[in-house]
């Protein structure tokens, strides 16, 4: 891979007006000068299209059109993608700073797999706090089996080992995409930064038991449906020790 790899950062959105325009100039701001910004639009019509527009010139590809779910819209972002490298950040997320992504370059080192640490913000954009997952020191396919301990939006995939989301699943595609890319990964790099803000909420916090079904059912693929068992009983021990030391637990 080059010295100076091509990040492409996928957004997809639909009429999230309140939030889109942080994601945009979280990616059109950034120092480094090696970046494909796409942006997939589900034919939103809450003025969600006129802040876009606004930042036309700094978006390489950007596409309005009807889905089948946030999941098809992401495979037509990776389709689109030419980038050495793949980040998935949906509306009201944002890259942890304007120097996050030349950092990265510099980490790279031919990685197949970049990752690093997430904040939680609110709709005001006030930090919250970490996720209750930490990082793995090293990172692989049966990292997950603990939990997703790697926000979505803090994962930089190498496009060539990056396969098309599941639309089968509805609601934890994500997760099996991951685990997919890191079973064909030879090397998997911690930053040992801030790479994200995350914005706590999402179509999994609301529907949060449809979500914990899905992530159950990954999880007993990859990793067998005893050893899943025993994994999710360490889960929801770790929860509850979280949450009698820390409150209410963030993912």
């Given at each position: 891979m080059a010295?100076?790899?091509?990040?492409?950062?996928?957004?997809?959105?639909?009429?999230?007006?309140?939030d889109i325009e942080h994601?945009?100039?979280s990616v059109v701001n950034q120092t480094y000068d090696n970046i494909e910004y796409i942006v997939i639009d589900g034919e939103s019509s809450d003025g969600?299209?006129?802040?876009?527009?606004?930042?036309?010139?700094?978006?390489?590809?950007?596409?309005s059109e009807k889905d089948k779910g946030i999941y098809?819209?992401?495979?037509?972002?990776?389709?689109l993608a030419t980038g050495d490298y793949v980040l998935f950040l949906n509306s009201g997320d944002e890259i942890y700073d304007l120097n996050s992504i030349e950092n990265l370059a510099k980490?790279?080192?031919?990685?197949?797999i970049l990752y690093g640490e997430t904040i939680l913000i609110d709709e005001d954009r006030n930090i919250i706090g970490e996720r209750r997952h930490k990082v793995p020191a090293n990172f692989d396919w049966k990292s997950f089996r603990y939990g997703m301990n790697i926000c979505h939006q803090a994962i930089y995939i190498k496009r060539s080992i990056a396969e098309p989301y599941d639309v089968n699943y509805k609601l934890c595609a994500d997760?099996?995409?991951?685990?997919?890319?890191?079973?064909?990964?030879?090397?998997s790099v911690n930053t040992h930064q801030y790479v994200a803000r995350y914005l706590v909420g999402g179509?999994?916090?609301?529907?949060?038991?449809?979500?914990?079904?899905?992530?159950?059912?990954?999880f007993k693929h990859y990793y067998g449906a005893i050893p899943n068992l025993f994994n999710h009983g360490i889960i929801a021990l770790k929860a509850i020790w979280h949450r009698i030391n820390y409150g209410k637990p963030q993912d």
């Open positions: 010295a100076h790899p091509k990040f492409s950062i996928i957004t997809v959105v639909y009429n999230n007006v309140r994601t945009i100039t969600t299209l006129a802040v876009i527009h606004k930042y036309q010139d700094k978006i390489a590809v950007s596409l098809d819209a992401m495979n037509k972002g990776l389709a980490l790279s080192n031919d990685a197949d997760i099996d995409w991951v685990i997919r890319c890191a079973k064909k990964a030879n090397k179509m999994s916090k609301q529907k949060h038991k449809e979500s914990l079904k899905e992530r159950f059912a990954i």
